[in-house]
């Protein structure tokens, strides 16, 4: 099975601040990597597919990159409504799997 | 709108069954693999199990296979979750997501979830 590990588990920021999320795969994984969003007590959302393809309706200030085993989540200038969960998963394998999760909060 | 609204949740003692499902609206369910992910209290996500479009390609997490069987009625819009032979370690809220774009299996489309309490 694939491993995703995120890093860090948690992270302090505050608003209008450029952030960035780490995924890594135990195994080549080549652009088969999501990336999700989640609120507490709500359904994640889709923020980025194929590691940097943007979904519609997502803003801009989202992008994905990366390939093979490491990938990065940005955000370019934190907003309010930003402070949440972040998943990357994986879809290489049809096991799919995801990481544990980023926790984002305010500073 | 397009939408997905999970139903059959609650609470089971350990050894029991339940059975949950999705009715999707807004879209043509039987274009669409779907797959059950699932969120203990306070954890992460962890995906359960896929089926394709037509059913015929089906797939299960290691910590369900054998005790869990996912189905759809493309006529009816519907996903299902049969779950038996349940442990405390299946408490969790259970949510259908729709897969789309193509190979990517990227879940754009999620349900509200339901929670599945196992508990003597």
């Known amino acids: 099975d694939i491993q995703m590990t995120q890093s860090p588990s948690s992270l302090s920021a505050s608003v209008g601040d450029r952030v960035t999320i780490t995924c890594r795969a135990s195994q080549s994984i080549s652009s088969y990597l999501n990336w999700y969003q989640q609120k507490p007590g709500k359904a994640p959302k889709l923020l980025i597919y194929a590691a940097s393809s943007l979904q519609s309706g997502v803003p801009s200030r989202f992008s994905g990159s990366g390939s093979g085993t490491d990938f990065t989540l940005t955000i370019s200038s934190l907003q309010p409504e930003d402070f949440a969960t972040y998943y990357c998963q994986q879809s290489y394998s049809t096991l799919y799997s995801f990481g544990q999760g980023t926790k984002l909060e305010i500073k | 709108q397009v939408q997905l609204v999970e139903s059959g949740g609650g609470l089971v003692k350990p050894g029991g069954s339940l059975r949950l499902s999705c009715a999707a609206s807004g879209f043509t369910f039987s274009d669409y693999y779907m797959s059950w992910i699932r969120q203990a209290p306070g954890k992460g996500l962890e995906w359960v199990s896929y089926?394709?479009?037509?059913?015929?390609?089906?797939y299960y997490a290691d910590s369900v296979k054998g005790r869990f069987t996912i189905s759809r009625d493309n006529a009816k819009n519907s996903l299902y979750l049969q779950m038996n032979s349940l442990r405390a370690e299946d408490t969790a809220v259970y949510y259908c997501a729709r897969g789309n774009y193509g190979d990517h299996d990227a879940f754009d489309i999620w349900g509200q979830g339901t929670m599945v309490t196992v508990s003597s």
């Open positions: 089926i394709s479009s037509s059913g015929s390609t089906i």
